[in-house]
């Protein structure tokens, strides 16, 4: 008897986020920011968790969405890619040190301040791909909420910078953007290889209780694939924005109202750090030029600190050396997956001591 209006209140509740999503993914995308279609269905979900509407993603397609993500890291790992960051590895790992200690060292502060709990800050600060350091954060304890907010509104704030800078430094045009096929498939073996890594590898993982495994485990796994020959990945747009809205969801979601007036009230000290670590970025930006021999503008695109992606779609339009500009930003993005924790521990470790 009560069964039924519930679930067709649920119905509406999803209906309704279905219809705010497609709304604000349309504008985000529309307005070219990267991943807006994530980021238009984490802000949905945080638009009717605020209203204390509870809806939640199941676990399995959670994971399935992370295995479709840690695939689209892997196809960035190209091997010309890696081969340069061989070849030149001191200035690869100088820069990259220097902008993880800066951001663990912000971290630090924040804990310090308790302006966040516990080893969120260092998590929110981490200079990586946003969406996996959400995910890994979420791994490792932290609060994917105060996490989420940290992170998109860092790459909001470089990436603006960032298109900024080279809208005025450059004067070569921007191509027009191409129109999207989303359920283009070039070739369907290589789908199907593909869906098999980010499905089967990701439940895997994710039933093994790998922290962060059902992202990273297919990162590596395909990275570790592709190299040799054996993969080609490919994943149609669709696809793609399926797995971002799942992902933006299950993030949004999770907030509550006082997570969001906590979170705006951490705004100004928040900022401050995201400005500080661009000024760290901009300081590795003038010893790329000066001693590696690199043009201002490929250098501070390739030490800025935001996304991988955003910063590969503003070097794609710009006249820069996007090979080394790209092959900085995974080198840092491995780098802190592979340190991330260690950091986070660390941090935490030392903040209980200080006190």
């Given at each position: 008897?009560?069964?039924?209006?519930?679930?067709?209140?649920?119905?509406?509740?999803?209906?309704?986020?279905?219809?705010?999503?497609?709304?604000?993914?349309?504008?985000?995308?529309?307005?070219?920011?990267?991943?807006?279609?994530?980021?238009?269905?984490?802000?949905?979900g945080i638009v009717l968790s605020s209203q204390e509407i509870r809806l939640g993603i199941p676990t399995t397609l959670?994971?399935?969405?992370?295995?479709?993500?840690?695939?689209?890291?892997?196809?960035?790992?190209?091997?010309?890619?890696?081969?340069?960051?061989?070849?030149?590895?001191?200035?690869?790992?100088?820069?990259?040190?220097?902008?993880?200690?800066?951001?663990?060292?912000?971290?630090?502060?924040?804990?310090?301040?308790?302006?966040?709990?516990?080893?969120?800050?260092?998590?929110?600060?981490?200079?990586?791909?946003?969406?996996?350091?959400?995910?890994?954060?979420?791994?490792?304890?932290?609060?994917?909420?105060?996490?989420?907010?940290?992170?998109?509104?860092?790459?909001?704030?470089?990436?603006?910078?960032?298109?900024?800078?080279?809208?005025?430094?450059?004067?070569?045009?921007?191509?027009?953007?191409?129109?999207?096929?989303?359920?283009?498939?070039?070739?369907?073996?290589?789908?199907?290889?593909?869906?098999?890594?980010?499905?089967?590898?990701?439940?895997?993982?994710?039933?093994?209780?790998?922290?962060?495994?059902?992202m990273v485990v297919p990162l590596v796994l395909g990275a570790a694939l592709q190299a040799m020959g054996w993969l080609?990945?490919?994943?149609?747009?669709?696809?793609?924005?399926?797995?971002?809205?799942?992902?933006?969801?299950?993030?949004?979601?999770?907030?509550?109202?006082?997570?969001?007036?906590?979170?705006?009230?951490?705004?100004?000290?928040?900022?401050?750090?995201?400005?500080?670590?661009?000024?760290?970025?901009?300081?590795?930006?003038?010893?790329?030029?000066?001693?590696?021999?690199?043009?201002?503008?490929?250098?501070?695109?390739?030490?800025?600190?935001?996304?991988?992606?955003?910063?590969?779609?503003?070097?794609?339009?710009?006249?820069?050396?996007?090979?080394?500009?790209?092959?900085?930003?995974?080198?840092?993005?491995?780098?802190?997956?592979?340190?991330?924790?260690?950091?986070?521990?660390?941090?935490?470790?030392?903040?209980?001591?200080?006190?």
């Amino acid at each position: 008897m009560f069964a039924s209006p519930f679930r067709a209140m649920t119905a509406l509740w999803w209906s309704l986020l279905l219809l705010i999503s497609a709304v604000f993914g349309w504008a985000l995308t529309a307005l070219h920011l990267p991943a807006g279609v994530l980021l238009g269905c984490m802000l949905a979900g945080i638009v009717l968790s605020s209203q204390e509407i509870r809806l939640g993603i199941p676990t399995t397609l959670f994971a399935l969405a992370q295995g479709v993500l840690g695939c689209l890291m892997a196809k960035s790992l190209q091997p010309s890619t890696l081969a340069k960051v061989a070849s030149d590895w001191p200035i690869f790992v100088g820069a990259t040190f220097s902008i993880i200690a800066a951001s663990a060292a912000l971290g630090w502060l924040l804990m310090r301040r308790q302006v966040f709990p516990g080893t969120t800050a260092v998590w929110g600060l981490a200079p990586g791909a946003a969406s996996a350091m959400v995910l890994m954060a979420e791994a490792y304890g932290a609060d994917v909420r105060l996490v989420a907010f940290m992170q998109y509104l860092r790459v909001a704030v470089v990436t603006a910078v960032a298109a900024l800078v080279a809208h005025f430094w450059t004067t070569r045009a921007a191509p027009m953007a191409p129109e999207v096929h989303w359920f283009a498939v070039i070739n369907p073996g290589d789908l199907g290889w593909t869906l098999l890594l980010a499905f089967a590898v990701s439940s895997i993982a994710g039933w093994l209780h790998i922290p962060g495994g059902p992202m990273v485990v297919p990162l590596v796994l395909g990275a570790a694939l592709q190299a040799m020959g054996w993969l080609v990945i490919e994943l149609p747009p669709a696809l793609l924005a399926v797995a971002y809205a799942v992902i933006g969801w299950s993030i949004g979601l999770r907030f509550t109202r006082a997570i969001l007036l906590h979170a705006l009230r951490a705004l100004p000290a928040v900022l401050g750090s995201i400005f500080a670590l661009m000024g760290v970025g901009l300081v590795i930006a003038l010893g790329l030029t000066q001693w590696a021999g690199h043009d201002p503008l490929t250098s501070y695109l390739a030490s800025s600190p935001g996304g991988a992606d955003s910063v590969a779609i503003i070097a794609a339009t710009s006249a820069v050396d996007a090979g080394f500009v790209m092959a900085m930003q995974l080198a840092r993005f491995l780098m802190v997956l592979v340190l991330g924790p260690r950091v986070s521990k660390f941090v935490a470790t030392r903040s209980r001591f200080d006190r």
